[in-house]
């Protein structure tokens, strides 16, 4: 009887520590999420940029332009996160 009271105990104890690895590990798959999102918009802005035709001034400001609402996005969504 001690010995199914030991692997109940034993099975529970690995259960919980699954959970916790479960847990964890469904924070890094968002967060994971979080940084591919943000890589696809930044690869969507810096396309959109590339096909803008301007004069080569304009251009240079547009990409710092954008490049700024780049980083305040991205300092959003780490506060956020």
């Given at each position: 009887m001690n010995e199914l009271i030991n692997a109940y105990q034993s099975e529970?104890?690995?259960n919980?520590?699954?959970e916790a690895q479960n847990h964890s590990l469904k924070g890094e798959v968002?967060?994971?999420k979080a940084k591919l999102t943000d890589f696809q918009n930044q690869y969507k802005?810096?396309?959109i940029v590339s096909s803008t035709?301007?004069?080569k001034d304009e251009s240079v400001e547009l990409k710092n332009k954008l490049n700024e609402y780049i980083k305040e996005i991205d300092r959003c969504i780490?506060?956020?996160s």
């Open positions: 529970i104890s690995k919980n520590q699954l968002e967060g994971l802005i810096a396309k035709t301007v004069e780490a506060h956020m």
